[in-house]
């Protein structure tokens, strides 16, 4: 199982000083949400992060963070803006149990093969103590495709993103839909997806 493709992952080896810059302008209400509902000083592993600017945040905040990307060059630019080593780690390689109080996977697992992400998320599923949080955000859509910088997104329907979370045993689930924006700079229907594991 392949986790990201490898022209996904040329273009962020190619635009990571770019995109990481980029990432840093913004800020990101869901993530307070997020956080306000964690206990102080929780431990959270971030998949996909990026620049690193959630993961700053969540140290600020006094969390005890764990960044991952699975991406080398993405993780070198987390790492000059954390002051922290950054692990590079695919998201099919993730084999933690019960260590996590949260994940959080903002924008990133929208690159799993369609075929891969319910083992995926069994996976995050694992990593979580029994009554841990775990958001992930994706593109919506009806097939899986490319964007115009021949990144794969799996751009999920809402009852077909559900089917994959519901195997696993999740105390609740919520999804939400927002429009928003992305690195194209396009207009995009979003899914945020809010998931507590069962204890």
Not at 9 to 18: I, S
Not at 39 to 62: V, Y
Not at 183 to 192: A, C, S
Request: glycine letters at 10%.
């Amino acid at each position: 199982m392949q986790s990201l493709d490898d022209r996904t992952l040329d273009f962020y080896a190619g635009e990571a000083e770019t995109y990481a810059l980029r990432a840093r302008q913004t800020a990101n209400a869901r993530l307070d949400t997020f956080l306000d509902l964690l206990p102080p000083g929780a431990a959270i592993l971030e998949l996909g992060c990026g620049g690193g600017q959630d993961s700053q945040a969540m140290l600020a905040r006094g969390f005890d963070v764990t960044p991952t990307d699975g991406s080398p060059e993405m993780a070198r630019q987390a790492e000059d803006l954390l002051k922290r080593p950054v692990a590079v780690l695919p998201f099919d390689q993730l084999d933690a149990s019960g260590l996590y109080d949260g994940v959080w996977a903002n924008a990133c697992l929208l690159h799993v093969p369609r075929a891969n992400l319910a083992a995926v998320l069994s996976r995050i599923h694992k990593a979580l103590k029994p009554g841990g949080m775990f958001y992930a955000s994706f593109k919506a859509g009806s097939a899986e495709g490319r964007d115009r910088f021949d990144r794969y997104y799996n751009y999920p329907s809402r009852d077909w993103l559900e089917a994959q979370y519901a195997p696993l045993t999740w105390k609740s689930a919520d999804m939400t839909e927002a429009v928003g924006g992305g690195y194209d700079g396009e207009k995009t229907d979003w899914l945020h997806v809010t998931a507590i594991r069962a204890a």
